[in-house]
């Protein structure tokens, strides 16, 4: 995950080791190489121009610890930046006063959103949560089945419309879902929401008439972080269709370069949450800005 820009990162830092003292040149020299290697990254433009503002100010500025080497006050700079475009403190979910707790997921067909369900009701489980997950995802043949399947493998209950019932109603299924998480004592309700390939305005209007049905407690936007930007993008169409509180990175395993965790939050104004780095029910967790930032710079 990351290689490149952790390689990249590397060899600026070692360029650096061996100086008694930064000039300003050295800085400009180093803030251009991060630079470029956070553009090779497919970071946001934006992002990685306040990123290189923030360093070299600092670096030039009082802002260096004076028990520090040139290349590590660099490297403590570089960490604290990505931890702040990475979201800053980690965000836990929140749950409702008075369960159940609802969480929405939404968000475009192979993003990762069914098994995602199976990894957060494994992970609530962890927690002494009792979830239940919902198959609103009435679109594709095939989804109530698969979330059925992962329930499964997760341990976790499936509430899912009666077979037979034509296409039915995802809004009222949803709805349906908390009436039967309240009388069977289910204290967290992990919905799953239909996704398309793109984005259209049918698939807006079916989440948000699921959001204002079941009144979530958090809405999940959840991302392939592989598609790099246009995860960003499809974050912001998303947020201004549906609207949702944060972000579920997935499949960041097969990203190898890490524009989209590296934009999202910033570009957004929403905090990552959880991230999701395998097809294992175990490749899940909560998601916080320092780890993150600790191994991208390895
Ligand atoms: P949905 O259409 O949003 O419900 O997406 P699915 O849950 O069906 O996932 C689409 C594909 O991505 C499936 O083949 C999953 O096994 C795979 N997938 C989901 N999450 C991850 C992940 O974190 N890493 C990898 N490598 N694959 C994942």
Same mark, same amino acid.
């Given at each position: 995950?990351?290689?490149?820009l952790q390689d990249r990162?590397?060899?600026?830092?070692?360029?650096?080791?061996?100086?008694?003292?930064?000039?300003? +040149?050295?800085?400009?020299?180093?803030?251009?190489? $991060?630079?470029?290697?956070? #553009?090779?990254?497919?970071?946001?433009?934006?992002?990685?121009?306040?990123? $290189?503002?923030?360093?070299?100010?600092?670096?030039?500025?009082?802002?260096?610890?004076?028990?520090?080497? &040139?290349?590590?006050?660099?490297?403590?700079?570089?960490?604290?930046?990505?931890?702040?475009?990475?979201?800053?403190?980690?965000?836990?979910?929140?749950?409702?006063?008075?369960?159940?707790?609802? $969480?929405?997921?939404?968000?475009?067909?192979?993003?990762?959103?069914?098994?995602?369900?199976?990894?957060?009701?494994?992970?609530?489980?962890?927690?002494?949560?009792?979830?239940?997950?919902?198959?609103?995802?009435?679109?594709? &043949?095939? +989804?109530?089945?698969?979330?059925?399947?992962?329930?499964?493998?997760?341990?976790?209950?499936?509430?899912?419309?009666?077979?037979?019932?034509?296409?039915?109603? &995802?809004?009222q299924v949803a709805r349906?879902?908390?009436?039967?998480?309240?009388?069977? #004592?289910?204290?967290?309700?992990?919905?799953d929401t239909a996704g398309?390939?793109?984005?259209?305005?049918?698939?807006?209007?079916?989440?948000?008439?699921?959001?204002?049905?079941?009144?979530?407690?958090?809405?999940?936007?959840?991302?392939?972080?592989?598609?790099?930007?246009?995860?960003?993008?499809?974050?912001?169409?998303?947020?201004?269709?549906?609207?949702?509180?944060?972000?579920? #990175?997935?499949?960041?395993?097969?990203?190898?370069?890490?524009?989209?965790?590296?934009?999202?939050?910033?570009?957004?104004?929403? &905090? $990552?949450?959880?991230?999701?780095?395998?097809?294992?029910?175990?490749?899940?967790?909560?998601?916080?800005?320092?780890?993150?930032?600790?191994?991208?710079?390895?």
């Open positions: 995950m990351f290689d490149t990162l590397h060899e600026v830092f070692k360029n650096l080791r061996g100086k008694s003292r930064l000039t300003e +040149a050295d800085i400009d020299a180093t803030a251009r190489e $991060i630079r470029l290697a956070l #553009l090779e990254a497919d970071v946001n433009l934006g992002v990685v121009k306040e990123f $290189i503002a923030n360093l070299k100010s600092r670096a030039l500025g009082a802002d260096v610890h004076k028990a520090l080497n &040139p290349s590590q006050q660099i490297i403590k700079i570089v960490d604290e930046e990505l931890v702040a475009i990475l979201g800053g403190e980690a965000r836990p979910l929140r749950f409702a006063k008075r369960p159940p707790t609802v $969480i929405m997921l939404a968000g475009l067909q192979g993003s990762g959103k069914t098994t995602l369900a199976g990894k957060l009701g494994l992970w609530l489980k962890g927690q002494g949560h009792s979830p239940l997950l919902v198959a609103a995802d009435l679109q594709r &043949p095939n +989804a109530v089945n698969q979330l059925q399947v992962v329930g499964e493998r997760a341990g976790v209950h499936v509430y899912a419309p009666e077979p037979g019932n034509g296409v039915g109603d &995802p809004v349906q879902s908390i009436l039967h998480a309240m009388s069977k #004592l289910y204290d967290v309700v992990v919905v398309r390939l793109g984005i259209d305005s049918e698939l807006m209007q079916q989440a948000a008439d699921i959001r204002a049905a079941v009144n979530p407690t958090e809405v999940l936007f959840v991302v392939d972080a592989m598609i790099g930007q246009d995860a960003v993008n499809t974050a912001s169409a998303f947020d201004d269709g549906v609207g949702f509180d944060g972000v579920v #990175l997935t499949k960041l395993d097969g990203d190898a370069r890490g524009g989209a965790a590296l934009s999202i939050a910033k570009v957004i104004g929403k &905090p $990552i949450m959880f991230a999701s780095n395998g097809e294992g029910l175990k490749d899940f967790d909560a998601f916080h800005p320092d780890r993150m930032a600790s191994r991208i710079l390895g």
